[in-house]
């Protein structure tokens, strides 16, 4: 092997190189682009905007980002969200604001346990463990919401995605608090470190004396828990609540999150900051399509070419470098 | 070592323990099915009659066809999650030729657009290396609004002429529609290929492990895309069928079958790992699937409860599949 291969593998690899910014070096071009495009686009207001109208992605997705550094995928966090929004509503008009939010919450922390369950015990690939637990927890939000638009009223519930602290809204204020959390917990905290060891390879984590099922399933847990709230935040904001909020396309936009920041699908590393930066840059690419006034038919279209070109660019970058030890 | 030498060493096990939880494994699709028949035919009236059951196999056509294509890309050790993104595009395809060049040439359009989708998506995930369920997803999304640009926006397309169109699907042979029977021979077609076939076997020894194929020549990447692209022509079959049938080819009318299909294949027992399946138990899953829905409308119970009812049963079966798997490996 050359010296000049071994620079290149160093450079191109994803731990190591331009590949590794990619994300957020597309985030910054973004911004100054957008700012040029639109006299609109640069404002304090816009900018709260767009973290208020991504911070339910963005809390699921910084959960999230936990599941898959350990090797897995939550895909019910979709389902979650739209029970947790109609079960916090349901509860909010019956019976009292606190008990709603509190249940929803439970809820799905509740059904992040049991998709541990399934994946660590039951040993069902998570794939199909946790789309089997978005299909029967999509059917329950579906029975609790009874084909009806529920629009809870009182002040203290929708006040919690309305009101602001220091002019910034809480829902912002939340999303930034379990950024916090999941951040120190993957990269400073002993648990990250050993989701980290799972993601890579179970066996080895096995062998070193990490409890692997405890570990899975407690990212599952802090998945569900999130994606509640998220869905709570969401239907507290816009004052409504129906069976049919989150889904696949909310999973999808979560995904789409932890693989354009750089955090590998396969397991084994990522980081929260690189979430963030997925976040954004999807908060972005929709916030300048709607600039553009592109049909919002098509915002999709963007998200599933966006996943595409940024797995794809990080696994060619890692077959380049793959090569250039060879 | 000759059969006879080899049945000398292998000893013989006693029926029952094991061996009954590998029959369990083996066949408790079939009898949950049969089981689930017996009490829908004593529970209910009309469940056995004639026009009921042409009902079910008729309604079991398009989930079957794409739970039948979506064996042969989970065998090969892959998910293609866009089946139900392609059946809405073939179905605006198809409208838009039968509208211009008559039957023959929407059919053969509309086939030909799923077989250009799962060359796509083979490329994506073979050369990009991208996870297929991701791939998949993403070129879901992409191809949904590919098909709502067709229809200029519209997000539907409509059939001229109806009444002869509508004859490819809801034509009758032996008073059950051609559609339900399309799916028949196209069950019967994937059977072929995957046990008769170098391909077929190609599939599975991909699927179980892809090394092991490579170093024993066979063209790992070929072989995969090939698995989606019968994958991607038999949605696209689903796609024909749906517009023949409703006369209107909707852009996203696939979106969220594809779930559907992963679960019929699922319950049958075919293995996500790969390598390891077959089309008659994804034939089963998806009849159980259409029985229990069809009998729970019979006893009049609400639709809402579907879904939950549906996921249950999924998660029911991936369980104990998963568990008597252990328990009856030797």
New interface residues.
């Given amino acids: 092997m050359s010296a000049a291969a071994y620079r290149l593998g160093r450079t191109l690899r994803p731990q190591g190189g331009a590949v590794e910014y990619a994300g957020l070096i597309s985030l910054v071009v973004l911004f100054v682009v957008l700012s040029f495009a639109s006299s609109a686009f640069l404002s304090k207001d816009n900018m709260l905007d767009i973290l208020q109208a991504n911070a339910d992605i963005g809390i699921a997705a910084c959960a999230g980002t936990l599941v898959i550094v350990a090797g897995g995928?939550d895909l019910s966090i979709g389902a979650i969200y739209a029970l947790a929004g109609v079960l916090s509503a349901r509860l909010a008009i019956s019976t009292g604001v606190d008990v709603g939010i509190l249940a929803a919450i439970g809820a799905g922390a509740a059904v992040g346990l049991l998709n541990g369950l399934?994946v660590t015990v039951?040993?069902?690939?998570p794939?199909?463990?946790t789309?089997?637990?978005?299909?029967?927890?999509?059917?329950?939000a579906?029975?609790l919401a009874?084909?009806e638009l529920l629009t809870p009223e009182a002040a203290s519930f929708v006040s919690v995605g309305r009101d602001s602290i220091f002019g910034v809204k809480d829902t912002i204020w939340i999303f930034a608090i379990v950024a916090l959390v999941s951040g120190v917990l993957l990269s400073r905290a002993r648990f990250g470190r050993e989701a980290k060891v799972i993601g890579a390879n179970d066996e080895v984590a096995r062998l070193s004396g990490v409890a692997v099922a405890r570990v899975r399933c407690l990212t599952y847990v802090f998945s569900g828990l999130a994606a509640a709230l998220a869905g709570v935040l969401a239907v507290s904001q816009s004052g409504q609540a129906q069976s049919n909020i989150g889904g696949?396309p909310f999973v999808?936009s979560v995904?789409?999150a932890v693989?354009v920041g750089g955090t590998s699908?396969?397991g084994g590393d990522g980081a929260i900051w690189r979430t963030l930066v997925g976040v954004l840059f999807l908060g972005l690419v929709n916030n300048g399509l709607s600039l553009l006034n592109v049909?919002p038919?098509?915002y999709?279209?963007f998200?599933?070419?966006l996943?595409?070109i940024a797995?794809?660019a990080e696994?060619?970058a890692q077959?380049t470098a793959a090569r250039g030890w060879r | 070592m000759s059969s006879e030498a080899l049945a000398t060493v292998t000893p013989t096990r006693p029926i029952g323990g094991r061996a009954l939880l590998g029959w369990a494994r083996d066949y408790g699709i079939v009898v949950a099915l049969l089981v689930l028949v017996a009490i829908f035919a004593v529970a209910t009236d009309t469940f056995l009659t004639q026009r009921n059951l042409s009902n079910l196999v008729e309604q079991s056509a398009e989930p079957g066809l794409l739970a039948c294509g979506m064996t042969v890309v989970i065998i090969a050790g892959e998910?293609d999650l866009s089946v139900g993104a392609i059946l809405g595009f073939a179905a605006v395809v198809a409208a838009f030729f039968v509208n211009e060049a008559g039957l023959v040439a929407a059919v053969l359009a509309a086939l030909a657009a799923g077989v250009g989708l799962g060359v796509v998506n083979g490329f994506?995930v073979t050369r990009?290396?991208?996870?297929s369920?991701?791939?998949t997803?993403?070129?879901?999304?992409?191809i949904?609004?590919?098909a709502?640009?067709l229809t200029d926006?519209t997000?539907n397309y409509r059939v001229n002429d109806f009444l002869s169109f509508s004859q490819f699907a809801d034509g009758e042979l032996l008073a059950v529609k051609y559609k339900a029977w399309i799916a028949l021979a196209a069950f019967v077609a994937v059977w072929a290929i995957l046990r008769g076939t170098r391909f077929g076997r190609q599939i599975f020894a991909v699927g179980g492990n892809p090394d092991a194929a490579r170093i024993s020549g066979v063209r790992v990447r070929l072989v995969t895309t090939g698995a989606f692209v019968l994958c991607g022509a038999l949605a696209a079959l689903a796609g024909a069928i749906s517009a023949s049938d409703t006369g209107v080819a909707q852009a996203d009318g696939g979106v969220?079958m594809e779930?559907a299909a992963?679960?019929a294949v699922?319950i049958g027992g075919t293995s996500?790992?790969g390598g390891r399946g077959s089309v008659w138990r994804t034939l089963a899953g998806v009849m159980l699937l259409a029985v229990v829905a069809n009998g729970f409308t019979l006893l009049y119970i609400s639709p809402?409860?579907?879904?939950?009812?549906?996921?249950?049963i999924?998660?029911a079966a991936?369980?104990a599949d998963?568990?008597l798997k252990?328990k009856a490996a030797p």
């Fill in positions: 995928i399934v039951a040993r069902v690939n794939l199909v463990a789309l089997a637990g978005a299909i029967i927890v999509g059917g329950a579906e029975v009874n084909q696949i999808i995904v789409a693989a699908l396969r049909d038919l098509y999709d279209v998200t599933g070419l996943i595409l797995v794809g696994s060619f077959q | 998910f994506i990009l290396r991208i996870p369920f991701l791939a997803l993403s070129t879901a999304f992409v949904v609004g590919a709502i640009y926006g997000d969220g779930f992963v679960a699922v996500v790992a809402t409860y579907d879904q939950l009812v549906q996921g249950t999924i998660l991936i369980v998963s568990w252990r």
